[in-house]
């Protein structure tokens, strides 16, 4: 006689579950609803600008002095000056944090990787402000003193130190990418006579590479969107130059310095505020759209 199959049996709704979901779906609705919000504050403040000024008068023009009289719109100073400074903190940012990386997954010793690690993420704690003071009265006098002619106020400064702030970032993200390619891969590399250097370049780094781009993405994300350190080492002068000893302005020193001066609500000089916080919001957008992409193109997934 067989035996009868069992039989599933239906348990409680647990109402905790629920709540659980719940609230972690609310906290993925923050950040949602936190991006809408701030285009919606952006959006309008900036379409009443640009029916004043014309978007190609905006994007194409190459004086920007929008509290001067006359008034002058043209945005592309700005971005140039934030270009110019993001790209000195990339210079300095991913090949320092790619190799930290490197060395924390593949080199060192637990002892040594559970200790240098917390080091090099005290760096990410230091306030920017304290940074952009440290650029302005330590690395531009000791540029200055090895006799290269770099003017007080410069596009360099800023971006070397603000390489040197976003490292840990880089750093710390792309060790965790590594860390989570499987040993299988490291050690049929060995097996093949591969050294450790091979592994790590040719093995380690192709398998995370989809973490360690989004590592970059978030450092340069973070060196667009830095403000004091551009504010008191880049200086606020406003002029197409690709120079890096010049001083140079970036968009969100402008929006800082702009904010909390004496401009009249409501005033087309007020409005600029809003104008280049949006191309500023519409170029970080459009940066992270085409990394994820690339992230998704070149995604390793392991069983």
């Known amino acids: 006689m067989q035996a009868a199959a069992p039989r599933l049996r239906v348990h409680r709704r647990r109402w905790g579950e629920g709540v659980v979901k719940g609230a972690l779906a609310l906290c993925a609705l923050v950040s949602i609803a936190t991006t809408i919000g701030i285009v919606a504050a952006l959006l309008e403040p900036s379409l009443e600008f640009f029916r004043e000024v014309s978007l190609v008068d905006f994007f194409s023009g190459t004086d920007w002095a929008p509290l001067f009289e006359p008034a002058r719109f043209g945005v592309l100073p700005l971005i140039v000056g934030t270009l110019s400074v993001t790209f000195w903190a990339v210079v300095v940012a991913v090949p320092f944090g790619l190799g930290a990386a490197i060395y924390l997954s593949e080199y060192a010793r637990p002892g040594v990787r559970k200790a240098l690690k917390p080091a090099l993420e005290v760096l990410a704690g230091v306030p ?135 401009v009249p609500t409501g005033s087309i000089e007020y409005k600029t505020i809003f104008a280049v916080g949006l191309t500023l919001f519409v170029m970080t957008l459009a940066m992270n759209l085409f990394a994820i992409r690339l992230v998704r193109k070149y995604r390793e997934v392991y069983e």
């Open 128 to 262: 920017t402000v304290v940074y952009g003071y440290f650029a302005l009265v330590t690395f531009t006098p000791f540029l200055r003193s090895l006799g290269l002619d770099v003017q007080i106020f410069n596009a360099f400064s800023a971006g070397v130190v603000m390489g040197i702030m976003i490292i840990p970032t880089v750093a710390s993200i792309s060790e965790d990418a590594m860390n989570a390619v499987p040993q299988s891969l490291r050690d049929g590399a060995y097996a093949l006579g591969s050294n450790k250097l091979e592994v790590s370049v040719r093995i380690v780094v192709p398998a995370a590479i989809s973490g360690i781009v989004a590592s970059f993405v978030l450092g340069i994300s973070r060196a667009v969107g830095e403000t004091m350190i551009a504010l008191l080492a880049a200086g606020q002068l406003a002029q197409l130059t690709f120079v890096p000893f010049e001083p140079v302005e970036t968009m969100t020193a402008f929006i800082a310095a702009t904010g909390i001066g004496d």
